[in-house]
């Protein structure tokens, strides 16, 4: 079982940085890759960034460039910094923990907004 709890949304000007934590809490049983979605009003969520546990990373075409994803395995801790922020970006942004070993085995956050304004 794991608990994960987003941090650092925000309100940002186009052309901004935020840097969004992800604090995983409770028992990892399996080994897990690490993610960050986001969902805009209407549409549907998507992949944004994701990182292997062997440390592999995935980004989505639209962030490759400005954003990164990266992991603390020692703090059970998973960030994404952004960085050129575009108002296309705004969305509600969601931490994943998905199980390598268990299908099916996922664990999503809360989620945290990010607001980019021009």
């Known amino acids: 079982q794991v608990q994960l709890v987003e941090s650092g949304g925000g309100l940002v000007q186009a052309g901004g940085s935020l840097r969004l934590s992800c604090a995983a809490s409770g028992s990892i049983f399996s080994i897990y890759t690490m993610g960050w979605h986001r969902q805009a009003p209407g549409k549907q969520r998507e992949l944004v960034a994701s990182v292997r546990s062997g440390g592999g990373t995935n980004y989505a075409d639209s962030v490759k460039g400005r954003f990164t994803i990266f992991r603390d395995n020692a703090k059970n801790m998973v960030y994404l910094q952004m960085s050129s922020l575009k108002p296309e970006d705004t969305a509600v942004y969601y931490c994943?923990?998905?199980?390598?070993?268990?299908?099916?085995?996922?664990?999503w956050g809360q989620g945290t907004q990010v607001t980019v304004s021009s």
């Open positions: 994943k923990a998905e199980s390598e070993r268990l299908p099916g085995y996922d664990y």
